[in-house]
Structure formats: C-alpha cells, structure tokens
C-alpha cells in the first residue's frame, strides 16, 4: 500500500502526520535556514573585546576607588561597577548557553570565573535554574522563574494567601521595580545557600572559593577605604542598580505572556516562540540588555553568539509569519507597562490562566 505525500520547504512529508510532526518538520526548517546563513558560527572577535573592556572597566573602577579615597563622589563609581558587573552577568549567562567557545570547557570555566570571581555568584546555581527555564518557560510547575515567591505569576499562586501578602499581590506590579532593587542582593544570599548546602554542585570548592575571595574581599575593601556610613551607601548603590540592570533585562522577556498549565504539551517551535517577548530598539540596547531583547531568536537557539540574535531575526519573524505563529515585540517601556499591569491584574481579571491565544489555538 502507497501512502501519498505532501511536499514543503524542508522534504516530503506524510498526508496522515500528527500536528507535532509537522511542527517538529517546520523547526528542522528553520534550522537549516539559519545554519545555511551562518548565524550559528563563533564571534570570538566580539567575546574577546567586550570580556576584555569589561576587565579593563573593572580595574580601572578599582583603581579610581583606591585614588579617590572617602568621598561621596565613590557613590559615581558604585553606579559604574554595577554597569561593569550586569555585563559579566550577561557575559556568564552567554558562556552557559555555549555562545562564547566551541569548546564546552572553555565555556563552562569562563562562566564560572566570570559568575564567582568578578560578580559573585554561584555559576553552578544559575546554571541548573536557567536551564529549567529554557526548557518550559512560562509552565506551571517547571518554569522555576514563574515558581510561587515574593511575585504570584498565576490566579493558583495567589490563592493561597492571606492577609497582608494577599493585599500586596494584589497590587504586585507596583511594587514590581523596588523589588528589583534588592535583587542583587537576593543573588548573592541564593548563591552562598546553594554552595553551603549539601545538594548536588559541580566544583562546589572552587565555585566557594571564587565566591568567598570575591565577596570578603569587595567588603574589605570598601570598609578598608570609606568609613562604614559611605561603605554601606556604596554597597547599596552598586547592589540596587545591579539588580535593576539584570532584572530589568530578564523580566521584560517573558512576564505578562501566556502561562502554559502545568499538563499542556507544545512543541518545541511554539512553546519557544508563543511564550517569548523582543524588545526593538538599536545597537544600545543590544548592549544594555545583552542580547536578551532579541528573546524569541535566543530561546530558539540558544547557543548563538548575540551579535547574530539581530541579523537572525527577520528570519524568525518571517518564518513565523509563514507558519502562522504569533511573533510578539514591542518597545522596552511597553513591555514594563505589560509586566505591571499584568502583575496587577493576577488574581483580579486574570482569573483564568487557560483563557489565552495559546490555549484557545491548541483546544481548537
């Protein structure tokens, strides 16, 4: 018996194949678009100038502390430390997904060294979590940046509260950027509970090391040079805005966008671009946010180097066009607008996380 085939872009395909095996087929598609573009090959020029002006800012920020002495001018540099240390940030978040190196050693230990030596973080933390993430963003029960905290994402984390917590997640968004004022510091106090636990860690000695020098020694030296009054707004400076930076960039990306319930099964392709948001804007905030405003492109392909996220994206959004899949972008202050209103609206009018686009596509 002769079955009869259908042909697309990417080969034949079976008349009787499943939806997921035509979306798994229009993934391969896409792949092989952007393999035959080039947009997977290494940007070594790029990694190695911006890891070694990062270094370079690092020390000269020390170097001016040391000079500059007690002053309340320090508060200056504590701004610009924390602008230096979000770019390690992104640079280690960049050598976990492999975009950096070709070698996954190389990769791996500059992530570790750039996480624990220069901005004080457990690599080995942040690697498990993220993971996750990428795996089922935005999914009950798996997407660990969506998990029941401080902020409830869903009207079933809310729930749950009572009192004074129920009154503030009501009106969570407006609390949504103080709160990342103290992001950095929630890092830091994650990362030592992880190395100090008895759970699982690769290299947990080293990561304790780097961490431990790091810290004791930014410590010591603010205490050291300023007295305690400047020392501490000189810590809280550079921890406020580190958070702000960092949580600025990764909270725009997915918050406010459907919520997939914790039994829904989505392809790969959709459930990478449906639950993503970009940010549009130009070679400075391709900077400012390290790439992560090109989100949709990064979570389709994760091990891209960032300077190719932009010259992948028409691509995507073309792709997606095609394929009927609903490509979402808008300007860096709308998204905020989204993520508050919808941080607000959780619980309130958002009752019903099924009643999205995503659900009513699959349900039909």
């Known amino acids: 018996m002769t079955q009869t085939t259908l042909t697309s872009a990417d080969g034949p395909i079976l008349a009787g194949a499943s939806p997921r095996e035509r979306h798994v087929s229009a993934y391969a598609e896409l792949s092989r678009i952007i393999q035959s573009a080039g947009l997977l090959k290494r940007r070594y020029g790029f990694y190695w100038s911006l890891m070694i002006g990062s270094v370079a800012a690092f020390v000269g920020i020390w170097v001016g502390f040391a000079l500059l002495g007690d002053s309340w001018y320090q508060l200056f540099l504590a701004a610009g430390l924390a602008v230096v240390l979000a770019q390690f940030g992104f640079l280690g978040h960049e050598s976990a997904h492999r975009q ?8 791996e230990w500059t992530g570790r060294v750039l996480s624990g030596l220069f901005t004080g973080l457990s690599y080995g933390w942040w690697m498990r979590k993220h993971t996750r993430h990428h795996l089922n963003p935005n999914k009950e029960g798996a997407d660990p940046d969506i998990a029941p905290g401080v902020l409830a994402f869903s009207p079933a984390a809310l729930e749950r509260r009572r009192g004074l917590t129920a009154w503030l997640a009501n009106r969570q968004g407006y609390f949504f950027f103080p709160l990342l004022l103290l992001e950095g510091l929630h890092l830091h106090v994650v990362s030592i509970q992880t190395i100090m636990r008895r759970e699982r860690l690769k290299h947990r000695w080293v990561e304790a090391l780097f961490v431990g020098v790091r810290l004791s020694g930014y410590l010591t030296a603010l205490f050291v040079v300023l007295p305690p009054g400047k020392a501490l707004a000189f810590l809280g400076v550079q921890l406020g805005l580190f958070g702000l930076l960092l949580g600025g960039s990764f909270a725009p990306n997915h918050k406010g966008m459907p919520i997939v319930p914790a039994s829904m099964k989505i392809d790969f392709l959709r459930r990478q671009v449906l639950m993503s948001r970009n940010i549009h804007g130009g070679v400075l905030t391709d900077l400012a946010m390290g790439g992560l405003n090109y989100q949709v492109e990064h979570h389709l392909f994760p091990s891209m180097p960032r300077p190719n996220l932009r010259r992948a994206q028409p691509i995507v959004r073309e792709f997606c066009a095609k394929h009927k899949i609903t490509y979402t972008e808008t300007s860096l202050f709308d998204s905020y ?17 099924f009643k999205c686009p995503l659900t009513a596509q699959y349900r039909a």
């Not at 950096?100 to 990769?107: M, P, Q």
């Not at 607008?337 to 996380?353: E, F, I, K, M, S």
């Open 337 to 353: 607008r989204v993520v508050v209103r919808y941080l607000n609206d959780v619980g309130l009018q958002a009752r019903d996380p």
């Open 100 to 107: 950096i190196f070709a070698s996954h050693r190389w990769n």
